[in-house]
């Protein structure tokens, strides 16, 4: 059945048009293999928004976004304003306003291996083949929305600054209760990240978890400290089914999982509320590449993938990853993948792989 969706497109900051480009292709190459269509709307944020409007995450854009069936984002972020103490506004807030405007509290980060790319991870093949796992990262809470400020004499030594996590017990109980459910699709076992030796947050996280886990019989919950699981995702990757984090663990965890996939340009996600769903890869923007046609897309692509499952569309979803599975064995890949001296190809040339792929 041939289907029409609309699309928010946003590109953003530094290789972000790059791999939405070439996600916009495999899409396209979707539309035409299955008879749908995908109708799109370019929207600003970041610092390309921030340039054109003076706002990182303009009300057009979030009009743009709630309009549409899903979201597909490249990157955010903009080394004109990291080493800048006095921007009064950044590229990220336009990410965490839209993140909090779209209602968007839980990140689906799977962490998976393609056959093909076990000699590329810098982590040993037995440690790495086979590795499958969820991470569910709390995308709305904590120290990224709590209070923040500065006290003291600026410039002196009493000057301080702080940060604040803070997170509801029905907070919690969402996006725990989300790592349950995605439990009792996969292997039915859930691990529970947090820091409870030491933060008030995290025995918050624990005590609810320990409540939801009653209403999942069926799946296996387990407690650790954030610490222990930095170590155990890259000595026992394959130990993990699901993980369920708060927003900074998460984010922390999730680049350092990357690279069992053999490159942090690998890794797609789903950013899910109850209204709405944007897909977008976990790396940021990379703009020592911008421009350069050497970004890896598969991300991005993949990330695509995830919203074609979200909207229903089940098989096209496979078609694209067994498309991306194919075009690393066919051994066309960025230079991210690629060991010293041998060949690389081009943002565009996997992109256009890719679809050549799904079309056969
Ligand atoms: C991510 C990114 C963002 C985050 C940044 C760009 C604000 O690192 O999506 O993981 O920390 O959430
Ligand atoms: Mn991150």
Redesign the pocket.
């Known amino acids: 059945m041939s289907r029409i969706f609309n699309i928010a497109l946003l590109p953003g900051d530094g290789i972000g048009p790059e791999i939405v480009a070439e996600a916009v292709r495999v899409l396209d190459a979707v539309a035409t293999r299955f008879g749908h269509k995908f109708h799109y709307t370019n929207g600003l944020v970041g610092a390309a928004a921030i340039d054109a409007t003076g706002d990182p995450y303009p009300a057009q854009t979030d009009e743009i976004c709630k309009a549409a069936d899903a979201v597909l984002f490249g990157a955010?972020?903009d080394p004109r304003f990291d080493n800048d103490p006095t921007a009064k506004v950044r590229p990220?807030q336009g990410?965490?306003r839209m993140r909090k405007s779209l209602g968007l509290f839980a990140n689906l980060r799977p962490v998976q291996l393609f056959d093909s790319l076990v000699d590329r991870s810098p982590l040993k093949a037995e440690i790495v083949r086979g590795v499958d796992f969820l991470c569910v990262r709390e995308l709305t809470g904590g120290i990224?929305f709590g209070e923040r400020g500065r006290h003291g004499t600026p410039g002196e030594g009493d000057e301080t600054a702080f940060d604040t996590c803070t997170y509801s017990r029905s907070e919690v109980e969402r996006i725990v209760r989300l790592g349950f459910e995605q439990a009792t699709k996969r292997r039915r076992h859930l691990t529970v990240v947090d820091k409870a030796n030491v933060l008030e947050t995290s025995r918050l996280w624990r005590e609810t978890a320990r409540e939801i886990a009653k209403e999942f019989p069926d799946v296996t919950a387990e407690f650790m400290f954030v610490d222990n699981a930095a170590m155990q995702i890259v000595t026992h990757p394959g130990a993990f089914d699901v993980v369920v984090t708060e927003n900074m663990f998460g984010?922390i965890l999730?680049?350092e999982a990357s690279v069992i996939s053999g490159s942090l340009g690998m890794l797609p996600s789903a950013s899910l509320g109850t209204q709405h769903a944007l897909f977008?890869p976990?790396h940021?923007s990379y703009p020592q590449a911008a421009g350069r046609g050497i970004a890896n897309p598969m991300a991005t692509i993949l990330s695509a993938a995830m919203m074609l499952e979200h909207l229903e569309l089940t098989t096209e979803g496979s078609v694209v990853r067994e498309a991306v599975a194919r075009t690393l064995a066919a051994g066309v890949m960025t230079e991210d993948l690629t060991p010293k001296g041998e060949k690389s190809y081009s943002t565009s040339e996997v992109g256009k792989h890719i679809c050549d792929e799904i079309y056969h």
């Open positions: 955010i972020g990220e990410l965490l990224y984010d999730t680049d977008e976990i940021g």
